[in-house]
């Protein structure tokens, strides 16, 4: 267990509409990161906050939008959705920004878009 | 940009023998770190190892080794006497940082699979 969670852990949902996935980094991290994984695009990076900031934005759609709370837990709201968002996503955090080297994973939350 | 490749979509390995995953990468930055995760089936990500560019000896963790080859670019992960549990797919990444934010590049994962 890497003491990071994110709910719901299946999500199944229809195309056009939107969804929010929930995620709460280990306790003492500031920083959250989200990553997709698909079958056609593998792994990729989303976008990172840290303590409420964003702080790195890479391959995340116009349609997708992230938040980090002052609690420190993460929101991904995914809008207008398509088949194509299928996917598994991620939810990582970290001690620090960027100079912490260990990023621990969610259990992931898979979303079927149908 | 950087990037990861990994060249063997699926290994079959009898166990209790090693095995080797291959990992390539690159980059022109002088400060990098490579990782190493497990996913299973049950889907979640799993730290395995951690290789920071300037780290002088091969880490290990276990049964896990990386063999970090600098000059080769290559930071291929060592699983010794496999068990039926290793079987799942691996995940080389690397990570980079932009403007002190850091996020993981990762290849596109071998699939590991013990027989027994």
């Known amino acids: 267990d890497s003491g990071v969670t994110q709910t719901p852990k299946h999500l199944i949902t229809a195309t056009g509409q939107r969804v929010t996935l929930r995620c709460s980094p280990r306790?003492?991290?500031?920083?959250v990161y989200w990553y997709q994984q698909s079958l056609d695009q593998g792994l990729q990076f989303l976008i990172q906050y840290y303590n409420g900031e964003e702080r790195a934005k890479g391959n995340i759609l116009e349609r997708f939008s992230a938040q980090q709370f002052p609690d420190l837990h993460s929101e991904l709201n995914l809008s207008s959705l398509e088949l194509g968002d299928s996917a598994l996503y991620f939810c990582?955090?970290?001690?620090?920004?960027?100079?912490?080297?260990?990023?621990?994973f969610g259990p992931g939350t898979r979303l079927t878009v149908t | 940009a950087q990037k990861i490749t990994q060249t063997q979509p699926g290994m079959f390995v009898q166990e209790k023998e090693a095995v080797t995953l291959d990992c390539t990468y690159d980059?022109?930055?002088?400060?990098?770190?490579l990782f190493w995760y497990k996913q299973p089936s049950s889907g979640e990500m799993i730290f395995l190892i951690y290789q920071g560019s300037y780290d002088q000896q091969n880490a290990t963790e276990g049964r896990y080794s990386l063999n970090f080859q600098k000059a080769r670019k290559s930071a291929n992960l060592v699983i010794s006497a496999s068990q039926l549990g290793d079987s799942a797919m691996y995940f080389c990444?690397?990570?980079?940082?932009?403007?002190?934010?850091?996020?993981?590049?990762f290849g596109q994962g071998t699939r590991l699979t013990i027989n027994p």
């Open positions: 990582a955090s970290s001690e620090g920004p960027g100079y912490s080297y260990e990023q621990y």
């Open positions: 980059t022109s930055d002088p400060s990098y770190g």
């Open positions: 990444a690397m990570r980079e940082v932009i403007q002190g934010a850091q996020k993981l590049v």
């Open positions: 306790s003492g991290d500031l920083s």
